[in-house]
């Protein structure tokens, strides 16, 4: 691992001016070449940035470091507070951790912001008419990365959301809506479906919502806000949504304005940030000079405007636009009809420096007034609720097919005092009492008990249950505790139930 201060290769740095320093990664695929295109016109346009580079990513990975990082490079990234990185490859298999994933979740990075504009009539597009941002939570959800083979047939990963996460992300994207002059923020979630994680979800942007009533605010269920999305992207403004279907729907969105090789996206912490493009390493065009280098610009934008340095920022987004707009486009924006030159990456940053201080005719020229960073109020934890274990669910491996069978000898376990069998779900679909022959079973089984009227339960109880279990053979694979908070019930009931 090798870390210095770029002196040699982008030395126009000018000591007398105020530097910011930035940390930079190339990383992998076109990483390399779409970072040096993006350097030279940030260069060229007079940002004043001092480059400290760190080597991160699959070289990292395959020298034997998981983690695909070393300890001094995230000393400089923590010291620097602003990093610029190009994409990663994250090696295929086992027990290589996602180096994205916790440098947002590491530093904190809650915010993910990913604006998605058409840039009709100059790139080709269904949807002529299309200018939204997606800020995406950046730290929760399956991203957690927790994840369990339990049985043979049946692998779980954990699904985390926080009210803390919700309300700063939810909060983030109305504060910017507000900064940005936008008139709409809407929310995807799957709350039918996932009434607790998802409900938290859309419950806060319920509370949070009412704190900005010049904003306009709705809710979509997530499959049909998707297909909204896709069909006619004009009906919407700012999107804010859980991790997976951010990452998901600001693909969707990028490639729906022309390329997922247009779009920038800026990753923002209370502390520190980082910018990026939104897509890949793209390894199958590496190396050749053909990628397009606008995505990675589009979030070194972001960050000049984070770092108070917007005249720059205009300066470049405008010179890009005109770029853009004379039909000077990569390979995967390139239309017959709607391009005049095919150019190499290299190629087109040349041609949008020589166009820097000239503003686009028809596209509207960007006038960045008010981008700096938005602070936030920091979360302020709620009153604890009353907590009462009401039950347990106790999972089992069991490799029988019938619930009554399972049913039976569950039944004949000690704590039958204190708890009592209610429900047996197998994929969360109740099988007994009652169950259909019809539903195909795995080998994973909830055995979901509840505490008897007038019972106090206490965690003695559940751990007799799994002593019990023991003496009888069955295997329970792991145990979730059903509390009431404030005597509502913290957990979803079985499906069938
Ligand atoms: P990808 O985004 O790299 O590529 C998807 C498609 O888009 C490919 O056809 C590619 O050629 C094209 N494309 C992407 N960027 C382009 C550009 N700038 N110009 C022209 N065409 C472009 O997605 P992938 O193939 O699924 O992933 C490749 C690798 O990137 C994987 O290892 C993945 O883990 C990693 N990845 C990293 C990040 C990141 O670092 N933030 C994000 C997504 C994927």
Request: glycine fraction near 8%.
């Amino acid at each position: 691992m090798f870390i210095y201060i770029l002196k040699t290769q982008f030395c126009r740095i000018n000591k007398t001016k105020t530097m910011t320093k930035i940390t930079v990664a190339k990383g992998d695929g076109i990483g390399p070449e779409i970072m040096d295109a993006t350097i030279s016109i940030l260069l060229a346009a007079g940002a004043e940035i001092e480059l400290d580079e760190i080597e991160v990513g699959e070289k990292v990975y395959l020298a034997g470091n998981t983690a695909g990082i070393s300890q001094d490079a995230w000393a400089t990234i923590r010291k620097n507070k602003v990093f610029l990185k190009a994409p990663i490859t994250t090696p295929q298999g086992g027990g290589y951790k996602s180096l994205n994933v916790s440098t947002r979740k590491f530093l904190g990075l809650y915010a993910n912001v990913r604006p998605c504009m058409s840039l009709h009539p100059f790139v080709n597009t269904k949807h002529p008419i299309m200018d939204l941002v997606i800020v995406r939570e950046n730290e929760e959800d399956l991203y957690a990365g927790i994840e369990h083979q339990q049985t043979d047939e049946v692998v779980q990963c954990l699904k985390l959301i926080s009210r803390p996460g919700c309300e700063k992300i939810i909060r983030y994207a109305f504060e910017y809506a507000k900064q940005q002059n936008r008139k709409k923020v809407t929310c995807f979630t799957k709350d039918n479906i996932m009434k607790q994680t998802d409900g938290l979800f859309h419950q806060v942007f319920d509370e949070i919502a009412k704190e900005y009533p010049a904003i306009e605010n709705e809710h979509w269920i997530v499959d049909i806000g998707a297909a909204k999305l896709a069909d006619t992207p004009d009906a919407f403004d700012v999107l804010v949504m859980p991790n997976l279907y951010g990452d998901i729907l600001s693909d969707v969105a990028a490639q729906i304005t022309g390329s997922v090789g247009l779009a920038g996206s800026s990753n923002i912490g209370e502390e520190c940030a980082m910018f990026e493009a939104i897509h890949g390493s793209a390894p199958l065009i590496a190396g050749k000079n053909i990628a397009n280098p606008s995505g990675l610009l589009q979030g070194a934008i972001l960050m000049l405007n984070h770092i108070g340095q917007t005249e720059v920022a205009e300066k470049i987004q405008n010179a890009w636009l005109k770029t853009i707009e004379d039909g000077i486009h990569t390979s995967d924006i390139f239309n017959h009809k709607t391009s005049k030159q095919k150019v190499g990456t290299k190629e087109f940053a040349q041609s949008v420096i020589s166009n820097l201080g000239l503003e686009p005719l028809i596209l509207s020229p960007v006038a960045y007034t008010n981008n700096s960073p938005l602070i936030l109020p920091k979360y302020k934890r709620k009153p604890a609720a009353m907590k009462e274990l009401v039950g347990v669910d106790f999972f089992v491996h069991w490799n029988g097919s019938d619930a009554n069978e399972l049913a039976d000898k569950i039944d004949k376990l000690y704590n039958k005092g204190s708890l009592k069998l209610n429900i047996i779900t197998n994929r969360g679909i109740k099988v007994w009492p009652n169950g259909f022959k019809e539903t195909f079973c795995t080998d994973h089984w909830r055995c979901r008990f509840i505490k008897r009227e007038g019972i106090e339960l206490n965690h003695g109880n559940i751990i007799s249950l799994l002593q019990e279990a023991n003496i009888e053979n069955i295997e329970c694979i792991k145990t979730e505790n059903l509390y009431n908070f404030n005597g509502k019930a913290g957990y979803s009931l079985g499906q069938g139930q």
